[in-house]
């Protein structure tokens, strides 16, 4: 591809309003590729895409636009053009700058997290299955993608009670000497220490991919035969199990399965009002439906269900897997480019339908009522948050609405694994691509203020480089003495006039009795119980604090099921686990001495010294 941005000749100047065409057309070619409309200040108004450049930019010049593309053109300073070979690479393009510069006459999708997996570690001699969200390169099977984090675990929870197959962490099951509690309830065969056969384990293995491919007749069909086989062996107690197995196995399909469709297939409805857009995808996978979710892309006023599909999809399915068939709505704008690109991108061909009938027309008719059902949700709560943030700027006498709010907690354990949290809400509710969080090190264990300051100091440094946006407000969830901490770390960072609102529990300690303390003013402001904007607080604080404790958990949990063992040289799984069955955990190794480690099969003496040693430094530490 080639980029050519016209240059405006020094003499000539910035092009006024009055005619702007003859200016900016000059050096635009009649090749295919995308444009980009620019203000005065250089920001991208407007990315598009086009067959031929000069015949589509010409256009917005030279016939009657909507209300919408009269603003937009009459802001335009420059464009600039970057060619492409076809127009079907100039619509990938397109979609990749929409995401990255985010104009604002575009239609925007707000998609920030990757979909979750189901994992199943396929290379391992006892394979596991996990929750899993990253780039698809890990050795092993994923299954999915699924629309949510609770859809993943739904069904990992089904398939426990399904095929005992472990769900635990590697570092867990190379250390275990006895069975844990997942064998007791009959969600693990307990391979960890030999309670089961490679060959009964990698059954259920089995059993457990078709059933994830889709294939769960296959698995009652081989059940069934492993249950008369068992009952003619007069085994009626493994029967039964079996029997169970099926019996589950048949409701989990009739629930789950789409009636008539045995493949890949995303369905995709769309839904306006009052400005807002909602698109409600249902996944369909194998034939089973796992669940669906709905998006609120931010599009213009004038904007139709097409173009907004037709945004929507090729901003969506930029990074993530295309199924080979997409049921919508609507027809979308530019449909047969749309499927070319889709099909370049999924490097197999995708259809996009619109007109479908029987089971796929209910389908589609479901997802039309859920997007409907969402906007009317949404609309309703935008309604609500808008008028909290309007008594909240009453509150706090703001000269105008916040647009960016931030809140600070901390979460420790006696000091332990202290972790800051940061959270973030801006016009339309909490901003979560811009939630932090900050592990604290190098500071008296318990001491607040001091992890405080630590953490406003490496968030608010990022801010003055220019990183993030200066908030209209900072909420910290503490009394005076925090607020003063606040206070001289942004002094010694020159960060001047920002709002800092303390949240300290009222005298009876009950929710919506809380105490707001604002820097160099000593008395405390008390707002009413029921005040929207005492409301709006509450939620920016409850949202810190959850997101403080739930980050402070996984460091603690992280740091004590880390044995000692996995860091020492020398030390791999088939010895950690002689040694942990030799002396019946990691407590007994502990409180063993040199020659007693000495004797384990594989440990000489010069490891057992570093094994003493590493138990020994660690319990006269700190």
């Known amino acids: 591809m080639n980029d050519t941005t016209p240059d405006r000749d020094a003499e000539e100047g910035p092009p006024g309003p009055e005619m702007p065409a003859r200016a900016l057309l000059e050096r635009i070619p009649q090749s295919p590729g995308v444009y980009r409309m620019l203000d005065a200040e250089s920001t991208v108004l407007y990315v598009g895409k086009a067959k031929n450049l000069k015949r589509r930019v010409s256009s917005y010049f030279s016939r009657a636009l909507t209300r919408r593309l009269q603003v937009m053109v009459s802001q335009i300073a420059d464009i600039e053009v970057t060619v492409t070979r076809t127009e079907g690479e100039a619509l990938l393009l397109e979609s990749n700058l929409i995401k990255s510069l985010r104009p604002r006459f575009n239609v925007l999708l707000r998609d920030d997290k990757s979909y979750p997996f189901i994992y199943l570690s396929t290379q391992d001699d006892f394979p596991r299955l996990a929750f899993y969200r990253g780039p698809r390169k890990s050795k092993g099977r994923l299954f999915g993608p699924y629309p949510s984090a609770w859809a993943v675990r739904e069904t990992l929870q089904l398939l426990q009670k399904l095929f005992p197959v472990r769900q635990c962490e590697d570092s867990f099951f190379n250390n275990r000497s006895r069975p844990c509690l997942q064998y007791q309830i009959k969600r693990c065969s307990g391979p960890c220490v030999g309670l089961v056969s490679l060959e009964a384990y990698a059954e259920d293995v089995a059993h457990t991919i078709q059933f994830l491919d889709g294939r769960a007749e296959e698995v ?271 002094q010694e960072l020159g960060i001047a006039g920002l709002q800092v609102v303390g949240i300290s529990k009222g005298p009876d300690r009950r929710p919506g009795t809380e105490l707001l303390w604002l820097l160099d003013v000593e008395s405390p402001l008390i707002l009413p119980g029921d005040s929207p904007a005492m409301h709006l607080i509450e939620q920016i604080r409850d949202e810190a604090h959850r997101f403080a404790i739930t980050g402070h958990r996984q460091r603690r949990a992280k740091a004590r099921t880390t044995s000692t063992l996995e860091g020492l040289a020398g030390i791999g799984p088939r010895r950690r686990q002689r040694l942990l069955k030799q002396f019946g955990g990691i407590r007994g190794l502990a409180r063993a001495g040199v020659e007693d480690i000495a004797c384990v099969d594989g440990i000489g003496r010069q490891l057992a010294q570093q094994i003493y040693d590493a138990f020994h430094e660690e319990a006269a530490g700190p």
């Open 220 to 490: 009652i069909a081989d059940l069934g035969r492993s249950m008369e086989q068992a009952a003619a062996a007069l085994e009626f107690e493994r029967a039964a199990v079996l029997r169970d197995q099926i019996a589950t196995l048949s409701r989990i399909q009739q629930r789950q399965y789409v009636s008539g469709e045995g493949g890949d297939l995303d369905i995709i409805a769309c839904a306006q009002e009052g400005g807002t857009s909602c698109v409600q995808v249902f996944f369909i996978r194998a034939g089973r439906n796992l669940g669906n979710k709905a998006f609120f892309p931010k599009a213009p006023d004038d904007t139709d269900d097409a173009t907004l599909l037709a945004g929507f999809l090729a901003q969506f399915y930029a990074d993530k897997q295309i199924p080979p068939e997409l049921v919508v709505s609507v027809e979308p704008e530019e449909c047969a480019l749309l499927e070319t690109a889709l099909s370049q991108r999924a490097e197999r061909r995708v259809h996009i339908k619109w007109r479908v009938r029987a089971e796929r027309a209910r389908w589609l008719e479901m997802a039309r009522g859920n997007a409907e059902v969402a906007l009317k949700s949404r609309l309703g709560s935008q309604a609500g948050y808008g008028r909290r943030i309007e008594a909240l700027r009453d509150a706090l006498d703001l000269p105008e609405r916040p647009q960016r709010m931030e809140c600070f907690d901390i979460s420790h354990t006696q000091g332990e694994r202290t972790v800051a949290s940061c959270v973030v809400f801006d016009g339309e509710g909490p901003r979560k691509s811009d939630y932090r969080r900050f592990n604290i090190e190098g500071i008296t264990p318990g001491d607040d203020y001091a992890a405080l300051q630590q953490a406003l100091s490496r968030r608010y440094t990022r801010v003055k480089q220019g990183e993030y946006p200066i908030p209209d407000i900072l909420f910290i969830d503490g009394g005076r003495g925090q607020i003063r901490a606040v206070g001289d770390t942004l």
